[in-house]
């Protein structure tokens, strides 16, 4: 390790410890300068983490003078890590969908595939022959956005805050990246689409409100406890608060379609849906209505456009260049 290396890039010193630990079940016997060179530290602090290990409980044995060094008690092996097959299905699928849901930055990335790949290095092969199709298989329908991808330690800082009830001090950037600072009292956290939102009582605004998490620049707790609202749904009120979110233009569709079959294929993050007579009014908000003219079209069912007007001009046009594509090669 250079010693010119920025704090973000030496490793965590518990990380130094386990690489200690997997050095001395390597070898026989090494030595202090040596074990020194390789973990990129001096010999004190070697003598630091030996010390540590044996307060885990490892028997680390050293041997002073001047070529004195280090070793495991003899006979002494960490327990194997056995998984049964579902457990070994369950731990390679959950770090999978970490990964998809866009919790990794590159750091967590990098350590993402290198637990996936020792897990499967040690898997039976009938079990890695199965977890691996299962990878090679799996599909998204909506892939994380690599580009907001929360850092792993505010995102587990919020977690952490909200299950033990914390109040956490947020560094917050706005959309057009002005800063705030502001307290919040985190009741969950959600993914929606490989985004990641916190939602809970904001005491700046006092009122309940949902931030993006990749904008939150530092997550401090306080030390404060809350008590969340009992019947408080972090799910529905992250979709409420993303369907409300302001775009260049309001919607309003009556789709010809029993609702629980619109509610299947329409999120409730994408619009507000409505049982009327004659069928379902859709309600959302649309940045581009050539795009919302392909999203009714690609529903499948009938439907009468209320507003804006504007709209029934981009359904025409896309029904005019889907006929003049039928046309092609005829």
């Known amino acids: ?97 970490a990964r998809a849901a866009g919790l990794s930055t590159t750091t967590t990335a990098t350590a993402t595939e290198s637990a996936l790949a020792k897990i499967s290095r040690v898997l039976p092969d009938a079990v890695r022959d199965r977890v691996t199709a299962v990878q090679e298989t799996l599909g998204l329908t909506r892939p994380a956005r690599t580009d907001e991808v929360p850092p792993t330690a505010v995102v587990l800082t919020l977690a952490s805050a909200a299950r033990r009830r914390r109040r956490v001090h947020l560094t917050y950037a706005g959309r057009g990246g002005e800063r705030s600072e502001r307290d919040l009292d985190p009741y969950g956290l959600v993914v929606d689409r490989g985004r990641w939102y916190v939602t809970g009582h904001d005491h700046r605004r006092d009122e309940v409100r949902t931030f993006r998490v990749d904008r939150i620049l530092a997550a401090t707790p306080t030390g404060v406890g809350f008590e969340a609202p009992a019947d408080f749904d972090p799910v529905a009120r992250v979709s409420e608060s ?63 456009v209320r507003r804006p007007e504007e709209l029934r001009a981009e359904v025409r046009a896309l029904g005019e260049a889907l006929q003049s594509y039928a046309g092609r090669g005829a």
């Open 242 to 304: 993303l369907a409300r979110v302001p775009w260049a233009h309001e919607v309003e569709v009556v789709l010809d379609a029993p609702l629980d079959d619109v509610r299947r294929r329409v999120p409730a993050t994408l619009a507000t849906l409505t049982e009327v007579d004659g069928g379902v009014l859709l309600t959302m908000r649309a940045e581009r209505l050539s795009g919302a003219a392909l999203m009714l079209a690609g529903l499948g069912w009938p439907f009468e």
């Open 1 to 97: 390790m250079s010693p010119n290396s920025s704090p973000a890039e030496r490793p965590h010193p518990t990380t130094r410890v386990l690489a200690l630990l997997e050095l001395l079940q390597a070898h026989h016997r090494l030595g202090g300068a040596e074990l020194a060179e390789r973990l990129g530290v001096d010999q004190r602090t070697v003598r630091r983490y030996a010390t540590r290990l044996s307060e885990f409980g490892v028997p680390v044995e050293a041997e002073r003078g001047r070529y004195g060094g280090y070793r495991l008690r003899a006979g002494y092996k960490l327990p194997p890590l056995m998984f049964t097959d579902d457990e070994a299905t369950a731990v390679v699928l959950g770090l999978v969908a």
